[in-house]
């Protein structure tokens, strides 16, 4: 580093901004190892604590995305559109989305994640589909990009380097929660896969990062703005995450449900949710007029089974089963699948996507350690939803699990988590806000 550490990290705690220079020698320390780990988590914590300005955030995701290779999809003509979910529980959109919008002529070169928390990610739920690959070298991840119009990889070790690091430190010295981090860590990885838009679905309520509306703004403004700053084209919509999305909960049933949603038997709110950001996605790339345009294509595509091929062609370059193609079956299924019962009737007054989202962890679909292994069978599939009218005995959900133990233990918190009462409540609005 050419500055000394301790002085720019001064500067910050003591509220003061960082020039670019600055900054970009403090991401050079975090790839090179001579910015040390304490004075990393110092770092991280006074930006944590004082925050950055627009034009801080911008240089360190500038410098972040700039720490490892940065794609340019040479061969591809297309505009490249990618969309980003802060994470949610059921949330599948982007296996839908992918193909539905490569369908509409618009290249979609997705790095997605691993779960967090209770939160599913995209890759775990890929690891579900029978020999689907996501470890592609950055070459292949092109010309699958280049042949159907979408690819969908891990992120590997040279895409923005400085990311691993600093969300390894962040994860465990209490400096996750802070805008310009999340801003950057997110963007950062995004930029570096050469893309010309983003759409990002910031997700708020009970089972989001984002719990309160005006945080989740707040970091929909941020992202807006630094990946503008950035020069890429973005939009952003706020959405529900007070409920779960569609019916499956966790990740082979995830699969499954997106299967059966290419074949036209899709969810309302999954439809609503995949119809809503692929309509900006198209807006981004310029391929429709307007919403209404776009929504209609989307609609046409997936009706005509323009999806389906699209879905097919990427399974085959990815190394996919074609089976579940005709036969969902071939998925496999958990070895325990037990209902769980209304205890009375009445209607469902409440699903609570965390305590969901959490019993599918505990049930081995998600990781309480980085270095447990998913089951890729468990899960929940809900029956029903908030506002359902129900009778005594019906299947409210059904827990699928690695043995009758753990079905049991699942079932009872299931039945904790969608009361049944008096009042027929209805779901909010799930798209909250636009920002386009
Ligand atoms: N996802 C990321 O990639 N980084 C964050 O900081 C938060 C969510």
Known sequence: ????????????RDGGDLTAAEIQDLVSGVVDGTLGDAQLGAFLMAVCCNGMTATETAALTLAMRDSGRVLEHAQVAKPKIDKHSTGGVGDKVSLLLAPLVAAAGVAVPMVSGRGLGHTGGTIDKLAALPGYRTDLSLERFSQVVEQCGYAMMAPSADLAPADRRMYATRDISGTVESIPLITSSILSKKLAEGIDGLVMDVKCGRAAFMVEEHD????????????????????????????????????????????????????????????????????????????????????????????RQVFRHNL??????????????????????????????????????????????????GRRQPTDVIDPHVGIVL?????????????????????????????????????????????GPLVRRRLG
């Open 1 to 12: 580093m050419q500055h000394h550490p301790a002085r720019l990290i001064a500067k910050k």
């Open 216 to 307: 989740a703004v707040a970091l929909m403004e941020g992202l807006v703005a630094t990946g503008r700053q950035a020069g890429i084209k973005m939009a952003a919509l706020l959405t529900d995450m007070d409920h779960p999305l569609g019916l499956a909960l966790g990740n082979g049933l995830e699969v499954a449900e997106v299967l059966a949603a290419i074949e036209g038997e899709c969810p309302a709110d999954l439809r609503e949710l995949t119809l809503a950001l692929g309509a900006e996605m198209l807006l981004l790339a310029g391929v429709a007029k307007d919403t209404e345009a776009a929504r209609a294509t989307l609609e046409r595509l997936w009706r005509d089974g323009v999806v």
């Open 316 to 365: 085959e370059l990815q190394g996919g089963d074609l089976r579940v193609l005709d036969d969902a079956t071939a998925l496999g299924k958990a070895r325990v699948v037990l209902p769980v019962e209304a205890p009375r009737s009445g209607h469902v007054v409440d699903v609570d996507p965390l305590v969901l989202g959490q019993i599918v962890v505990d049930l081995g679909g």
């Open 383 to 427: 029956k029903h939803v908030l506002g359902d009218t129900v009778r005594t005995g019906d299947a409210l959900a059904f827990v699928h699990a690695r043995d009758a133990a753990s079905a049991n233990a699942a079932a009872s918190r299931v039945l904790a988590a969608m009361p049944i009462g008096e009042e027929r409540k209805k779901r």
